[in-house]
């Protein structure tokens, strides 16, 4: 009985830690059949994939970002704007019935950006929501293992 319940313990543990957003999975499913939308996922170390096509990340902390990065998950909606718009709003609300956790937001007239994470001092996702002037919307989902002093060098560096 005890190993049937430590089992369970963990395999609840694996699932929780492998869980994705469901409001950005809805989202996916929703747009994914399309003509026009695009979407790229990566799996596995991302830091390998970067070296491969000699992309750049000498600086320390984006490379310690990019090497803690398990699943990377982006796509844009297809041009909709006043549903795209409609649809960024959805997806706020939604991230935060689930419980995550807003990081960054910054909106101007009708664009924004915003930026969630689910975990405590170590975050286990984030998702960025992008939404410009035009009503192009971009979602960013990222899994891994992420201090909350790297995510703030990230964001301090991709300001520059």
């Known amino acids: 009985m005890k190993k049937l319940i430590l089992t369970l313990a963990m395999i609840g543990a694996v699932m929780t830690a492998q869980a994705q957003s469901k409001t950005v999975e809805a989202v996916y499913e929703k747009y994914k ?3 026009d939308f695009f979407h790229m996922e990566l799996a596995g170390n991302f830091m390998n994939f970067a070296e491969g096509f000699k992309i750049d990340l000498n600086e320390d902390d984006m490379a310690t970002v990019a090497k803690s990065i398990e699943k990377l998950k982006f796509f844009t909606l297809p041009d909709q704007a006043d549903s795209n718009r409609a649809q960024y709003k959805a997806m706020k609300k939604g991230l935060d019935k689930e419980r995550y956790e807003l990081l960054m937001e910054t909106e101007e007239k009708d664009s924004g950006i915003v ?3 689910k975990g405590g001092k170590s975050i286990s996702d984030l998702v960025v929501l992008v ?3 035009e009503g192009d919307l971009m979602v960013v989902e990222l899994k891994g293992s ?3 002093e790297l995510v703030a060098e990230a964001m301090k560096q991709s300001k520059k």
Do not use: K, P
Request: glycine share 8%; charged share 35%.
């Open 146 to 148: 992420f201090t909350q």
């Open 115 to 117: 930026v969630y994470s």
């Open 33 to 35: 059949g399309e003509e």
């Open 131 to 133: 939404s410009d002037e």
